[in-house]
């Protein structure tokens, strides 16, 4: 979603999804994209921003490999969509400050989940400010 109407030249990009407006009916059960909803969402309907970093990381993921890391071949069921978001562990891709990061954004555990202000400390964000900083200095 492109966010405000000015600066049509150096847009707001905001990633959003719309399988949290489940939860705010009152006869709706979990809510969610399957395979971006993560572990607590499909154990225990618990929606956390640490939630949101799962979602995000699997969306990286996606962009990354052009597949996504919980649907096998085919034509799985929810059920096999939820047991993979909850046991599988995506491979190795790209640089290795990369692949650290997406792995600490699928962290199964939301208590281990790193926040999105943990989450800037990583070394892919760092070495992407590090070259930002010396194309400014030339």
Known sequence: MVAGREAWHAPQVT????????????????????????????????????GGVFSVGATICTLRNGKHPFYPPGSPGLEEIAELTKAAQPGTMGSPPLHRLIRAMLEKNVLARPTSSQLLHEEWFESDRMQRQRKTEL
Do not use: C, Y
Request: glycine share 22%.
């Open 15 to 50: 990633v959003i999804g719309f399988g949290l407006a489940n939860k705010f009916s009152a006869k709706s059960g979990v809510g969610g994209t399957p395979g971006h909803m993560p572990p607590e969402g499909w154990n225990d309907g618990l929606w956390t921003p640490r």
